[in-house]
Structure formats: C-alpha cells, structure tokens
T-cell receptor, first 113, second 110 residues
Framework: KAGVTQTPRYLIKTRGQQVTLSCSPI?????VSWYQQTPGQGLQFLFEYFSETQRNKGNFPGRFSGRQFSNSRSEMNVSTLELGDSALYLC????????????FGPGTRLTVL | LAKTTQPISMDSYEGQEVNITCSHNNIATNDYITWYQQFPSQGPRFIIQ???TKVTNEVASLFIPADRKSSTLSLPRVSLSDTAVYYCLVGGYDTDKLIFGTGTRLQVFP
C-alpha cells in the first residue's frame, strides 16, 4: 500500500510569509504527527492529530498550527515565517496514538529567506 | 515522559556486530521501547520494538534486561548502508508527545 506522502517536497519562502504543508497518511491510519528537524535542535515534536482532534502539542509558538480532515489527511500552517523556521518538516502516521509504529513521509524542506 | 540517553556517535567496520545501548531509568510499567533509523534528508524508519527480554526480526535484535532501565539494539554484520542515526524511544500506546532524543550517529567504515 502507498506510504505517507507530503507535499510540497521543497519550498522557499521569505520572512513574514505564511506556508501550508500537506500530509496524506497511510490508508487506515488515524493518527498523524508532525515533527520539525533542524541540525541544531534535532527532531522535535510539533503536534499530533487523531480522528480530527489535536491530542498533543509540542513547545512551539502559536504561529505553528495544524488540522486534520475526516479522511485523516493533515495540514500544518506556519504564519509570519522567521529565518529560524527553515527546517525539514516531517509527518508520520500510525494506527493509534502514542508508541505505535510510526511511518514517516519524505518530509518538506522549507527554506526561509 | 521517560527520558532516554544514548551515545552521541559510534564507529564500526563492515561485517562487525554493533550494539547501541539506550538508558531509560524512569521507564513506566506500560512503556515499550522502540528504535528508529534515519538516513540524511529522510524520515526515520521503524526498526524494532520490545517490552522485555529479547526481540528479534530480520534486521536487528533488541535486548531488554529484567529491570528495563536500559535496552540494547544489536545490528549483526553491519554494512556501509547501515551508516545512519539511530533513535531510541520509550512510551506506551497512550503516551503523549513521543520524544526523539539526540540519537546515535553510527558510521560504518569499509
């Protein structure tokens, strides 16, 4: 079956702009988690959605938000972009919440100029 | 949340067995131990998961002592393609915010 897909794969934005990233989970998976990965901070948890509800949120400012649709697809939005938001944004889907096997997508590489 | 501690890096040669140990002193009763592998510019990939004793699959073994305060990922006969970062996670099926630590960067030399 198809894996987790993320669009777009690469994105270049300028400071102050906003961006929306999309994630399509594996069919049947109801949990979608988002992570930010940078060389300095490593892999950091952003938030998790399960059945259209945000279950958990990491320590990121309110500029980072997300949502999940009834088909489990998820989007994350970053408003008022800052240079420090440049990162690889990874989406992972799993059957359930918590420590189920997570399947990661290829990520979206965001560059903020 | 159970905090994990791993070595920052390890070196090995092709054909050798590699053992990466993770410490998780405050693991909870319903927590499982999971290992992921990540190559540059790719998302992490699940390797193995276990609760206690020993688990083995086609790519690795996971050893967990009786007190469960640590675990060891064993990679038999590594190859150059095993060069990657390996993460240890601890949590239950109702755990919030799974935390990926700094991971262990494994470098395999020919």
């Amino acid at each position: 079956k198809a894996g987790v897909t993320q669009t777009p794969r690469y994105l270049i934005k300028t400071r102050g702009q906003q961006v929306t990233l999309s994630c399509s989970p594996i069919s049947g998976h109801r949990s979608v988690s988002w992570y930010q990965q940078t060389p300095g901070q490593g892999l950091q948890f952003l938030f998790e959605y399960f059945s259209e509800t945000q279950r958990n949120k990491g320590n990121f400012p309110g500029r980072f938000s997300g949502r999940q649709f009834s088909n489990s697809r998820s989007e994350m939005n970053v408003s008022t972009l800052e240079l420090g938001d440049s990162a690889l944004y990874l989406c992972a889907s799993s059957l359930g919440q918590g420590n189920y096997e997570q399947f990661f997508g290829p990520g979206t590489r965001l560059t903020v100029l | 949340l159970a905090k994990t501690t791993q070595p920052i890096s390890m070196d090995s040669y092709e054909g050798q067995e590699v053992n990466i140990t993770c410490s998780h002193n405050n693991i909870a009763t319903n927590d499982y131990i999971t290992w992921y592998q990540q190559f540059p510019s790719q998302g992490p990939r699940f390797i193995i998961q276990g609760y206690k004793t020993k688990v083995t699959n086609e790519v690795a073994s996971l050893f967990i002592p009786a007190d469960r305060k640590s675990s060891t990922l064993s990679l038999p006969r590594v190859s150059l393609s095993d060069t990657a970062v390996y993460y240890c996670l601890v949590g239950g099926y109702d755990t919030d915010k799974l935390i990926f630590g700094t991971g262990t960067r494994l470098q395999v030399f020919p």
